[in-house]
């Protein structure tokens, strides 16, 4: 069983929806919690990070944090074309950081 | 200007040759990393340095070494490639403390 799972997608939606990318986690030692998006031939960048248990919002996007199932879920309102990307989930702790797969997403205008 | 810098950024090599990927960074960060994404793998750990002195193994170190020469600079060096370490390499660094990384651009890397 993996450290991390991630649904690859890809998820296609269409401008305006609510998105809702998901992780599930098995080592429950890790306390950080972060989402990276990835564009096409670029690095990913770090779009939020949490720490426990708990939501976190940064404009459009809500990171939340459920530790008692070990899952972590990102939402994406108002979605436009430009959030078109891969979303890389990261559990971290202890000097160790695992990464989801990546969520390929699609917003079509 | 970008603050990890990742040369070369495509590079296509034959079986068994030595190569060298190179990595700056200007966010003065101690941690530095190297990882290797593939199609439905995801990023893997290869090596990370914590500061100029720390060198440590990720999950996939065989077949790979590094060199941190400088706080700001690790590389990455494949001494014999094989057609299986193709692959998206990226570098990334972190400060102290922290559990974020920020990641280069990457290097596309294709052994025939």
């Known amino acids: 069983q993996k450290e991390v799972e991630q649904d690859p997608g890809p998820l296609s939606v269409p401008e305006g929806a609510i998105v809702s990318l998901n992780c599930t986690y098995s080592n429950s030692a890790f306390q950080y919690f972060m989402w990276y998006r990835q564009y096409s031939r670029k690095g990913p960048e770090l779009l939020m990070y949490t720490y426990s248990s708990g939501n976190k919002e940064d404009g459009r996007f809500t990171a939340q944090v459920d530790k008692s199932s070990k899952y972590i879920s990102l939402f994406i309102r108002d979605s436009q074309p430009s959030d078109s990307a891969t979303y890389l989930c990261a559990i971290a702790g202890g000097f160790k950081t695992i990464f989801g797969a990546g969520t390929r997403l699609f917003v079509k205008a | 200007d970008a603050d990890v810098t990742q040369t070369p950024r495509n590079r296509i090599t034959k079986t068994g040759k030595r190569i060298m990927l190179e990595c700056s960074q200007t966010k003065g960060h101690d941690r530095m990393y190297w990882y290797r994404q593939d199609p439905g793998l995801g990023l893997r750990l290869i090596y990370y340095s914590f500061d100029v002195k720390d060198i440590n193994k990720g999950e996939i170190s065989d077949g790979y070494s590094v060199s941190r020469q400088a706080q700001a600079k690790f590389s990455l060096s494949l001494e014999s490639a094989i057609p299986n370490q193709t692959a998206l390499y990226f570098c990334?660094?972190?400060?102290?403390?922290?559990?974020?990384?920020?990641f280069g651009p990457g290097t596309r890397l294709l052994v025939l």
């Open positions: 990334a660094t972190g400060a102290q403390g922290q559990e974020t990384q920020y």
